[in-house]
């Protein structure tokens, strides 16, 4: 079966390749990528359906993700197992079609990077201080996938360094922004009302130096090589 094919029973296929060739570069206030439909329905309804429990919910964080890391969630080893819809979505993102595509249209190498795909769960209260992902992240990638009132105002906020939102991502469903962190790459989230459940998730190609292996989807990359 080709890594873009339908499982069984579905139709339709892995278009994000495709996807992100025909989408433009937009660059203020730095080079990142706005698109739409970037998961298949069924790796979307498995994120929507998991329910990891109360204590994934984040409210006021301090700004930093970093001061609940005890409670975060990924799609794990252990996740793909029990789910075949995200097995498939993470084998997918990491597929070679994908990360060459990656590579040639934001010209990030990730020949030796790994996949890290982390569900967050945010609700009133939650905000992000301005930051730039920059270090052991080799590429950023942001899927809304929040479903409650005005939730497509819930996307990503694109800052500059002293936190001023000049562009907002959208926060429609399965909708996303994509970037190479830099040092100019500041983003974070503004407070604002969230009523329900803001659900998001984050997509990282991350290099040998990240040490929280057991975040990552299928382990080191050197690993598997």
Not at 54 to 79: K, L, M, Q, Y
Request: proline letters at 8%; hydrophobic letters at 40%.
């Amino acid at each position: 079966m080709r890594p873009d094919a339908p499982l069984p029973g579905q139709t339709g296929s892995f278009t994000l390749p495709d996807r992100l060739r025909h989408t433009p570069a937009a660059t203020y206030p730095f080079a990142h990528w706005m698109l739409e439909n970037v998961l298949e329905p069924p790796a979307c309804d498995a994120l929507v359906d998991w329910n990891p429990g109360e204590s994934a919910i984040a409210g006021d964080v301090g700004g930093r993700r970093e001061t609940r890391n005890a409670f975060r969630v990924f799609v794990d080893p252990a996740v793909r197992a029990r789910d075949a819809r995200l097995d498939r979505m993470a084998t997918l993102l990491d597929s070679d079609p994908m990360r060459q595509t990656f590579e040639a249209i934001c010209g990030s190498p990730l020949d030796e990077a790994a996949l890290r795909l982390e569900l967050c769960l945010d609700t009133d209260g939650f905000w992000l201080e301005p930051h730039t992902d920059i270090g052991a992240k080799k590429l950023t990638l942001l899927i809304s996938l929040s479903t409650g009132e005005d939730a497509q105002q819930w996307g990503t906020d694109l800052m500059t360094p002293q936190g001023e939102s000049v562009a907002r991502a959208s926060g429609v469903f399965n909708s996303g922004v994509l970037f190479i962190p830099s040092d100019k790459t500041w983003h974070g989230f503004v407070q604002r009302p969230i009523r329900g459940t803001r659900r998001t998730l984050i997509v990282n190609f991350v290099d040998k130096n990240w040490r929280a292996v057991h975040e990552l989807a299928f382990g080191p990359r050197m690993a598997r090589a």
